[in-house]
Structure formats: C-alpha cells, structure tokens
C-alpha cells in the first residue's frame, strides 16, 4: 500500500477532478466527524487570500506546476 504522503496526493487530485462540490462536502465530513468545521472555516479563508497565478509560479519554481508529480506505474518484465 502507497504510503500516506501519496495516498493524499491521489486522493486530492481525485476530489479536484470531481470539483467544488465533492470537495465541500469532504471537507464537511471531516469536519463534522473530528467537531473542526470552524477550523476547516477558518484556513479556507485564508487560502482564499491566494491568487491562482500566484500559487503557479512559486509551485512552478518548486515543484514544476500546480500537479503532484506523475503517477509512477510499474512495468512489467
């Protein structure tokens, strides 16, 4: 089993696919299973403070782009 780094990845770049809403509704459930909702509030406000174009280019300076790297898929021999 991916380790929980990679399953985070994954499971993040799943929910974006799925957009807005599934991504909402993830978060309300684990919200309202660990009683953060406010918490969760709160840092999604300041997260909007960032500016897509911005959050590019320091990621593109650091990581190459707004994507985790690719999938690694294991080849048969």
């Known amino acids: 089993m991916p380790d929980a780094s990679l399953r985070l990845q994954r499971g993040a770049e ?3 696919e799925l957009g807005p809403r ?3 509704e993830f ?3 684990i919200g ?3 009683g ?3 918490d969760i509030a709160a840092r999604l ?3 909007r403070r960032l ?3 911005m959050l590019r280019a320091v990621l593109q300076r650091f990581a190459g782009g707004r994507s985790f790297p690719a999938r ?5 021999r």
């Open 22 to 24: 599934a991504i909402a």
């Open 72 to 76: 690694l898929a294991v080849a048969p």
């Open 14 to 16: 799943h929910l974006a």
């Open 45 to 47: 406000d300041i997260w």
């Open 51 to 53: 500016r897509p174009a």
């Open 27 to 29: 978060l309300a459930e």
């Open 32 to 34: 309202a299973a660990h």
């Open 36 to 38: 953060i909702g406010d």
